[in-house]
């Protein structure tokens, strides 16, 4: 996909089509969780270069949480971030050396829900070709880009499963090369997917 406005037409008309939330534990309908603490705010950015790719992260493994996962940059909302699309945007500075200034920012995904206790909202947008990004090595081992295509292919998912508080939790992966895309990552980028057109 090489057309940039065909590319924004694409994206803005996914935006509009996705309604519905989703979680972690969507696959999981007879799940039942234990009490929860209120979910805290975060958001993502789910950049797309004009040429067509996506920009993920691999996490540090040195992190407490989802160390060594794949995920979209971003984070926890900070009280004096103006809202969601300030907070995915100031991640992004933060992790990878994005300048929010190189952000066309389209619109939002439906929020999801974690597993970690966050209900994040992925922010689409889309940047130049040809940036080049700055780790912060406490948190971003690696920042790498998969097509488009790739992700937008409900093909390419497949659903796995594995041990969570004894009990079988199954998700979404999106494996791309040696990168093991899945959890939540996988899921918001599914729900991208699905109204892919």
């Known amino acids: 996909m090489r057309n940039p406005d065909h590319l924004k037409e694409k994206l803005c008309r996914a935006i509009e089509h996705a309604r ?36 993920l992260t691999k996490r540090s493994t040195k992190l407490k949480h989802h160390a060594g996962q794949i995920a979209f940059p ?45 209900i994040a909202t992925p922010i689409v947008g889309i940047v130049p070709s040809g940036l080049t990004f700055t780790p912060e090595a406490g948190e971003v081992a690696e920042v790498f880009k998969v097509p488009l295509t790739h992700v937008t292919d409900v093909v390419n998912f497949a659903i796995e499963g594995r041990r969570w508080q004894g009990h079988q939790r199954h998700y979404y992966t999106v494996p791309y090369g040696p990168y093991y895309i899945w959890g939540a990552t996988a899921r918001m980028l599914h729900g991208l997917a699905e109204k892919w057109i």
């Open 74 to 118: 971003g984070g926890r909302q900070d009280n004096t971030d103006r809202d969601l699309v300030h907070t995915a945007l100031r991640e992004a500075e933060e992790e990878i050396g994005l300048n929010p200034k190189d952000v066309t920012v389209l619109g939002q995904l439906p929020s999801h829900e974690t597993v970690s206790n966050y």
């Open 20 to 55: 519905q939330s989703s979680s972690d534990f969507d696959l999981n309908p007879d799940l039942v969780l234990p009490k929860r603490p209120p979910l805290k705010r975060a958001a993502v950015l789910v950049a797309v270069t004009a040429d067509a790719e996506l920009i």
